[in-house]
Structure formats: C-alpha cells, structure tokens
C-alpha cells in the first residue's frame, strides 16, 4: 500500500499505488500461447515441449537460489538486512519494490521469472494434450470416419440454440438446433456396446420459422439431460474445437429423455423460463434483448437486430461477460475501486454486512451467475476475475486488477485449453485489459484538460475497448465500423439500468410474476434505447468501411490507430481543432443526401430509378416524390437496403412490391420498413417458399402494414409514377416455381418506361408474351434483366422490348456465374447497354427517352 494515504486499505486514488505488477502477465501468455500452439499437436510433440519445459524451468529455479547460499560471512548478510530496512526507512512514503538491487539477487529474481514462465507453458502444454487426447479416446472419432449411424446415449453441457439464418442463393438455408454434449454410450452398427466420455456436437433439423413440434421440444431441454439418439456420426470439420465428431440427427421425433436435467440446473432453467414469460409482453425488441443481457439467451433476437449489433460493435452486450458481473457486484459491494475500502459502498455495507462476509456471499453470488447464465468463456472469465478480487477483500490486501486478469487467464487456460483458440476470449481478454490500463489513462488526460470526469472515463472506456479490439474484428469481419464508439456511448447509459433491472425480473419472477412483468416493463425502455442505437447506426451510410480481413490487415489497423492516438493526444489541447474534427466525422458517416449528393454526385438529380446494390438479390426503387418511393423486392441484407434508402433520402415508401418469395429478394424487408412510413405491401399470390411467406407476414404484421396481392392488370399511379402489373394472372395455375409467379411490372415516369421482371424465367416469359397483357409490351427504355442475367431467357421477350439500357443485379463472384456470358452477348447484340452491380455498384437512371443519363454510386 501507499504510506502517504494514510489508511490502512490503501489510498484513495489509484495512481498513488505504485506501478502495475506485471510479473503474471509473462506466465500467462507463455500459457496462452502454447495452449493454442500445442491443442492439437500430436502427443509425442506435446510431451517433448512439456517436459523440456519443466526441466529447464527447474533447472533454473535450483540454479536461481544458489548466490543467496553461504554468500559471505553472516555479519554481511545481516547487514545486507539493515541496509535494506535502512534503504526502506530513506525511501519513506515510496511503494514497496521487493528484493534489494544487489546484481546476485536481481539475477536470481530474473532467473525465477524466466523459470516461472517456462513452467506455465509446460503445465499449458500439459493440460492441452490430456484434452487433445479426450478428442481422439474411444469409438466415436473412428466411427465418425465411417460415417456410421449408431444409438448413443449423450449428456447435454449447453442449452440448445438455433442457427443463425443464412441466404444461399434464392433461399434461406434451414436452420437446425446445436446442442454440445458428451457422448456416455454407444451402440455401433455391429452391435457393440461401449461406455465412453467424449465430446461431441449434435445438430438436429428444424426451421426457425416454423418449429415442428419436436424442433420445440429439442429446444426446451437442459445441460446435463442425458438423452438416447439415433444418428449418424461425421467427422467435425478441419480445426473443429472442443468436439471429437458430430451427431447429425434427422427427422422430426421427439428427444427420448433417458435421465432428467440435475436439481440444480431445473432451478436455473425455471428462472431462465421466468425471465422469457414475463417479457413475453414486451415490444419485439425488449422482448428480445432483455434475456440477452441478463443470461445471454439471444434465441429471440432476429436476424436484422442481429446484424445491427455486429455493424455498430455492440454485440457483447448480448454476450454475457464482466460487464454483467461488474453490475452485480457494483451493485452488491460498491463500484470495484471502493469495494476494498472502508468507506466502500453498496448494498452490503448498507445492510451492515462485514468485510469478509461480503466476499463469501460475493462468492455464492458468482456461483450463482455462472449457473444461471451457463460457463460459457466470457461468463467463466469474469467469474474467474471477479473472485479474485473477492479472495483479495476476505483476506483484506490489496491486489491490483491486472494481476487478477492475469491469473484469471492462466487459471482459465490450464482449465480449458481450447479458451486459447477463442476468438471470444481473445476479445475479452483485450477489451479487459485496455479498461485496466489504457481507460484510466487516457480519462486522467482528458480531465486534464477539463473533460467533466464521468463523460471523459465513458469515452475513454469506450475508446480503449475499440482501440485494441478493432484489428482482431477486422479480422473475423473484414470491416472496421466507424460508429463503434459513439454507438457505445449512447448504449453505456441505457446498460447499467437494463442489466440491474433485467437481473431483478429474473429473481422475482418465480414468486410473483405480476411483479416481474412490471419490472420488465421497465427495463424495455433502456432495452429499446440500445435497440434504437444500433439500428440507427447501422442504418447510416457511413458506418463501416471495409478491410483486409487479415492479420495483415489487423496490423495495419494497428498502426493507423496508433496514429490517430498520437494525432488526437495533440488536437485534445485545441478545441477549435476537435470540434472541427467531429464535425468532419459526423458528415463522413451521416452523409446527409444534399451534401453527399453536392460531393459524390450521388445521387444524381432528377433520377428516376435506383437498382441498389445488395449483393446477389434484388432491390429497385422508383422516386416517387420528394423523400418518397415505391420498392420492388427487398434484396437478402436489411442493412444493405437501409443503407441505399437512406442515401436516397427515403422517408416514405406508397408501396413495397415483393415480385416472389425468395430469400434474395424478401430477406432484407425489416430494412426497407425500418424507420419509415410504408403505404401497403403488395407480393404475388403463390406463397411458396412457406418460411420466406411467413417471414413477410410477421413483418407485415409487426409494422402494421397491410399485405396484398398483386395481379396483372392492377394499375396505380402517385405522382408522375404510375404502373402496370404484367405478371401473374389472377386466375394463374400453380407454376413450376416461385420464380415464375414473379411480379412483372411496367413502370412509366416523366416519360421513362422500365419493365421489371423479377425472376421470371423462359416458360413465364413466354407465357406472357402471349397473355393479353402483351398488347401494353413493345419498345422499353430500360429492362431489369430477369433471374440476374442468368442463361435462362427467351430471346423472343427480349426481341420484343428492344431495351436501350440493360441492368442486372448480381453479387460479386456468385457461386451461379450470374449473369451468364451468353445473356449478356444477346442483350448488346439487341441495342442494349448492360451495366450490373457487382461492377458498377448502385445504378441511378435519369433523363429523358432520348438521353437516358446513368450514374453509378
């Protein structure tokens, strides 16, 4: 402790301690990084490392103690005492420093160090080969590679999940349930039975959309179930973690139960299910966010939020970390820099509660909160911390945060190996040593130059998380957000209230549920703050840039955010400076459309169509007056049409027309509706994809907006725009695909005639050159190539329309070869220009029929 605070708990202020000690950080790295390089290693290899591991580290602990032994008569060494006591009493108020600078002994110590270090990677070593053999003991890797079926019996170690939904092409893949067990029992195809304890994955089908009847009972189930299945054993995939093989169980039977969750984790399940009920009530969002953040159950989070998350860096608020734990514990014995004073606070101090009581129920505490939010990593790691630091209180010394970060990592890694390899845990671990080393820091300084305390630590805090975990997010995402830290800003306020509030439903609701629905109810206000920031941020053109997904492109971050570092510690002092830099900012991510429109030409005035960029999927829209158009079909991304509508300045949308039910062109409908006001929804009247049908239907339903059906001969007009539906017929027999139920529309404004084919293909197409809807085809200015520009046209439809610009909507290097080459050729042999968006980007049409003018974004 510091002499000059006067207190025997230590000073109040924390740059009065002395330096950070730093001697565990060496040892857990060194146990950090063997672990990752030696997890999947070949024993031999992993034997060799540990062994000479722990005999040059012995070696150098018995060589380190020898100058200290019968070095000179007793009466020096004595002295040698005196002088450093003496040495101690000159320094006076100064911190304590250990050993005495003598070269013999600052050699032993460096020695130890050394010693200490090579000993944690041998132990490291140690512990990832044991685990690495868990992987490859007993029948299930062999069986796997047989891909054999088998009844096993298995233990749940997690609570089931969904998979996210992912587009692949025209459609949305199916999502199955993911449960981690160990495998207990197997019975292999020849009839032998085998008792066993290996860790495996099991995936069960199901639709997240329309959960069968299994698929909800699959979900229901608790760790430590043991249940019996039929499946088929694969191999896991090249560098798979943790699981030895996977367990694909198909069908749609129910899970056999063959023993029950244990006592304790029933107790946990009901209060998870009691915070999942009294939110039931709530707003979408709150209702989905609240578990989230309390238990980090994300199974109610849809897809579109999902993503917003990612976009604006807030996604470890849904993941349960010490953040969650510090409010708990904040709340419980005071904010951690008091929590080992005496004039701490919080409510144990308040109930009279003594020191080492209130470590000892800090400690039930932790327990309780890796059981009810499962021992997920970065669960495990603020538990692992946060008791620690209550170790420190019950024995009443002072330990500084780095050092319990430390031995949380190297406690975490002997215990579970695969931690190494997390990127998760990677980005805790950096997150939480930036809030220990470089937030208080760059707080002092910017309360230095009058910076009010609590907005200079918000933003310090928020700039230091970025700060170091940016190059690892370029590296998963290949894009750096530029919104992160206002975004988290905004969020700081909103999460304390959430989480205390969140944590207080899911006690209450067991007992009184009437009083849990208030509680939550309360806490969806600052649940749906959150929610509104990350859509807003995610939403605005400027919010991301994209990067080299590499660790190349990670270093090169690095070093530009070493240098904004170095540029910003010298504008801080100029306010003039910083004021002009925000405002700067502000334009580069707002983008405001008159000035981006002034600067980037973008988009051009007087434009009369916009082909979006979205990847491979479709997304039109037709201006319809000043912040107004109509869209036609939605593209696989909501924040990618957001983000196009909102370059526009789009505001209000008559009419959103979704030609058919393909995940490509209906997928990213939450990002056309979100924000704006939307007239009606009208799509074609063969419903199939079912799951894509049912997903317009809640959103539909969740905005309020009405969904109609649009058949040929319907005609609407709102401004100089007007339209004709071509395609489908009203009394049209089931077609072979939903691509030709595709809407087909004419579209007329200020002269400009465009025809929209969705994805219509040859039988389609020339059906309806022979309806009588044909008699309003002929000469086009414009055409949006059918089915991307795929081989799959009749050369008779596009003869007939004779179109002077071509436009096709494609995704850059699309597993389809979309737009075929031969499509293409037939397009410019007829006349037409062909621009498409992988290449081009947005497409912006305007002009006259005379002089189409064409800007790309």
Same mark, same amino acid.
């Given at each position: 402790m510091h002499a000059a605070s006067g207190s025997r708990l230590g000073a109040a202020h924390p740059r009065q301690e002395g330096p950070a000690d730093l001697r565990l950080v060496p040892p857990a790295l060194a146990a950090w990084g063997t672990a990752a390089l030696t997890v999947h290693a070949s024993p031999?290899?992993?034997?060799?490392?540990?062994?000479?591991?722990?005999?040059?580290?012995?070696?150098?602990?018995?060589?380190?103690?020898?100058?200290?032994r019968g070095r000179g008569p007793r009466r020096d060494r004595g002295r040698g005492r005196e002088a450093g006591r003496g040495r101690g009493r000159e320094q006076g108020q100064g911190h304590r420093t250990g050993p005495g600078p003598g070269p013999g002994r600052s050699k032993a110590w460096k020695q130890v160090s050394v010693a200490a270090v090579l000993l944690c990677a041998g132990a490291a070593a140690t512990f990832a080969g044991l685990h690495g053999v868990d992987l490859r003991r007993g029948p299930v890797p062999d069986l796997a590679g047989q891909y054999a079926r088998v009844t096993a019996e298995v233990e749940l170690t997690s609570d089931p999940r969904l998979t996210s939904p992912r587009i692949k092409g025209n459609h949305a893949a199916p999502t199955a349930v993911l449960l981690e067990a160990e495998v207990r029992r197997v019975r292999s195809p020849d009839g032998a039975v085998v008792d066993t304890r290996t860790p495996v994955l099991v995936i069960v089908d199901a639709e997240r959309d329309r959960p069968p009847r299994a698929g909800s009972s699959w979900l229901s189930l608790l760790p430590s179930t043991r249940l019996r299945v039929e499946a088929q054993v694969v191999p896991a995939m090249v560098g798979g973690d943790r699981v030895a093989a996977v367990l694909r169980v198909r069908g749609g039977a129910a899970p056999e139960t063959v023993e029950e969750a244990s006592a304790v984790q029933r107790l946990a399940g009901r209060l998870r299910a009691g915070l999942r009920e009294a939110t039931d009530g709530l707003d979408a969002d709150a209702r989905a966010l609240l578990p989230g953040f309390v238990v980090g159950d994300t199974s109610r989070v849809p897809a579109d939020l999902d993503e917003a998350f990612k976009a604006t860096d807030l996604t470890h608020l849904l993941a349960v970390s010490g953040a969650n734990f510090t409010i708990l514990l904040a709340l419980f014995i005071g904010p951690p820099g008091l929590a080992q004073r005496a004039e701490r606070r919080g409510l144990a101090p308040r109930l009279g509660i003594p020191l080492r009581a209130t470590a000892l129920a800090g400690g039930a505490l932790t327990l309780g909160f890796v059981i009810v939010c499962r021992p997920d990593p970065s669960v495990v790691r603020a538990a692992a911390c946060g008791s620690i630091a209550l170790l420190a209180i019950a024995t009443g010394r002072r330990r500084s945060l780095i050092p319990a970060l430390a031995t949380a990592v190297l406690l975490l890694v002997l215990y579970d190996p695969w931690l190494a390899r997390s990127y998760g845990f990677l980005l805790s671990v950096l997150a939480t040593g930036a809030l220990l080393t470089l937030a208080p820091r760059w707080s002092a300084a910017l309360q230095r130059r009058r910076v009010p305390p609590r907005p200079a630590e918000a933003l310090a805090a928020a700039g230091a998380a970025q700060a170091v975990c940016a190059p690892v997010v370029a590296v998963l995402s290949a894009k750096v957000s530029l919104v992160a830290v206002p975004c988290n800003l905004l969020a700081e306020f909103a999460v304390a209230p959430a989480t205390v509030l969140g944590f207080a439903t899911l006690a209450t609701a067991p007992v009184a549920m009437p009083v849990a629905e208030c509680l939550a109810w309360c806490a969806s206000w600052p649940a749906g703050w959150i929610a509104d920031i990350a859509r807003s941020g995610a939403s605005l053109p400027g919010a991301?840039?994209?990067?080299?997904?590499?660790?190349?492109?990670?270093?090169?971050?690095?070093?530009?955010?070493?240098?904004?570092?170095?540029?910003?510690?010298?504008?801080?002092?100029?306010?003039?400076?910083?004021?002009?830099?925000?405002?700067?900012?502000?334009?580069?991510v707002v983008q405001p459309p008159p000035l981006a429109r002034v600067i980037t030409g973008w988009p051009p005035p007087g434009w009369r169509f916009v082909m979006c960029d979205v990847g491979q999927g479709d997304a039109t829209v037709l201006a319809a007056g000043d912040g107004a158009g109509v869209v036609v079909d939605a593209g696989p991304d909501p924040v990618l049409v957001d983000r196009c509508l909102t370059a526009l300045g789009i505001t209000e949308i008559p009419l959103v027309v979704l030609t058919h039910f393909h995940a490509d062109h209906v997928a990213?409908?939450?990002?056309?509706?979100?924000?704006?006001?939307?007239?009606?929804?009208?799509?074609?009247?063969?419903?199939?994809?079912?799951?894509?049908?049912?997903?317009?239907?809640?959103?539909?339903?969740?905005?309020?907006?009405?969904?109609?059906?649009?058949?040929?001969?319907?005609?609407?007009?709102?401004?100089? @725009?007007?339209?004709?539906? /071509?395609? +489908? *017929? &009203?009394?049209?027999?089931?077609?072979?695909? !939903?691509?030709? #139920?595709?809407?087909?529309?004419?579209?007329?404004?200020?002269?400009?005639?465009? @025809?929209?084919?969705?994805? /219509?293909? +040859? *039988? &389609?197409?020339?059906?309806?050159?022979?309806? !009588?809807?044909? #008699?309003?085809?002929?000469?086009?200015?414009?055409?949006?190539?059918?089915h991307h520009g795929s081989a799959y046209q009749d050369p008779g439809l596009i003869g007939a329309v004779s179109p002077s610009l071509a436009l096709i909507s494609v995704g850059a290097d699309n597993p389809y070869g979309h737009p075929a080459p031969s499509t293409v050729a037939a397009l410019r042999a007829g006349g037409a220009t062909v621009l498409r968006t992988d290449e081009d980007g947005a497409i912006a049409v305007a002009g006259t029929a005379k002089e189409l003018l064409v800007a790309r974004d």
């Open positions: 031999e290899w992993v034997a060799g490392v540990a062994v000479i591991c722990v005999v040059v580290g012995v070696a150098l602990l018995i060589t380190g103690r020898g100058p200290r991301g840039v994209d990067w080299p997904g590499s660790w190349t492109g990670a270093l090169l971050l690095t070093l530009v955010t070493v240098v904004v570092v170095l540029v910003g510690r010298r504008l801080v002092s100029h306010p003039w400076l910083v004021g002009v830099c925000l405002v700067v900012f502000l334009l580069v990213g409908l939450a990002g056309v509706l979100r924000g704006r006001s939307v007239g009606a929804i009208a799509a074609t009247g063969f419903e199939e994809p079912a799951d894509q049908a049912a997903f317009v239907r809640r959103e539909a339903e969740a905005r309020r907006v009405p969904l109609t059906r649009a058949v040929a001969g319907e005609e609407r007009r709102t401004g100089d @725009l007007s339209w004709r539906v /071509l395609w +489908p *017929p &009203a009394d049209a027999v089931a077609p072979d695909g !939903p691509n030709d #139920a595709s809407v087909t529309m004419l579209v007329r404004s200020a002269g400009l005639t465009l @025809l929209l084919l969705g994805d /219509l293909e +040859p *039988p &389609a197409q020339r059906e309806l050159a022979r309806s !009588p809807e044909a #008699a309003f085809l002929g000469a086009v200015d414009v055409v949006k190539v059918a």
